[in-house]
């Protein structure tokens, strides 16, 4: 199966698709971890993409889709993928489409933007491995280290509550048509994940998947 989720900065994508990801035993794709990987090799992209990422804003379509293009490609996808945060624009969602990608399911995480901003001040995320937890709703075992790799745990400079407000408004701006586009296509399942603890919606995004 090919799976699109959406939703907000801090809705809980990474979690929520590392869960299919587990389930279906089909890869979560994340076109943020990829890039940030992208970023530490320091290659001149990488420099480029960075000033887009530290504002808050979004990389250009053409490099996005060229990484997902390439992607897909591997042979893991071939029983299916999870992507997480790819599209994010119209023009990147058409561009999927004209690759004759077939999507069979698309869900949304909405959460209200007050919570959003609440949430992202306790999130952080692993140096090495790129894993991310939140002090108080998803705790590594040891405060500051990676239950996965060991890596330090620190905050994303794009988590700043400033740049965080400056990412919900492009969300709304250019992500949230989405929700339009794949529910004229028939394939949109919205969830709900305001005031729910991330057991509660996983329970939810997997229940839709079912249906
Ligand atoms: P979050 O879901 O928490 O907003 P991500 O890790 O998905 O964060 O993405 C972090 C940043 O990477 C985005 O703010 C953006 O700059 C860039 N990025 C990731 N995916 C895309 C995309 N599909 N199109 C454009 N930029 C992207
Ligand atoms: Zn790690």
Redesign the pocket.
């Known amino acids: 199966m090919n799976i699109i989720l959406f939703?907000?900065?801090?809705?809980g994508?990474?979690t929520q698709s590392e869960v299919i990801s587990q389930k279906q035993s089909i890869p979560a794709i994340?076109?943020?971890?990829?890039?940030?990987e992208a970023l530490k090799s320091g290659s001149e992209l990488g420099l480029r993409?960075k000033q887009?990422?530290s504002d808050?804003?979004?990389?250009?379509?053409e490099?996005?889709i060229d990484i997902?293009k390439e992607r897909i490609k591997k042979s893991d996808c071939k029983n299916g993928f999870i992507l997480?945060?790819?599209?994010?624009?119209i023009p990147?969602a058409e561009a999927l489409d004209k690759m004759g990608i077939k999507i069979d399911k698309v869900l949304e995480i909405n959460v209200s933007d007050d919570i959003i901003i609440e949430r992202?001040s306790g999130?952080r995320v692993c140096e090495t491995c790129g894993s991310s937890y939140h002090m108080q709703n998803k705790k590594p075992q040891v405060e500051g280290i990676c239950d996965k790799c060991h890596g330090t745990l620190v905050q994303?400079e794009?988590?700043h509550p400033d740049t965080v407000k400056n990412?919900l408004q492009?969300?709304h701006k250019q992500t949230k048509p989405l929700e339009n586009y794949y529910s004229k296509q028939g394939k949109l399942t919205v969830i709900n994940g305001d005031n729910k603890s991330i057991k509660e919606t996983v329970e939810l995004v997997l229940s839709a998947l079912e249906a």
Do not use: H
């Open positions: 939703g907000p900065p801090g809705a994508k990474g994340s076109t943020g971890n990829i890039i940030r993409l887009y990422m808050g804003g979004l990389v250009p379509d490099v996005v997902i997480d945060g790819f599209p994010r624009t990147q992202m999130r994303r794009d988590d990412r492009i969300y």
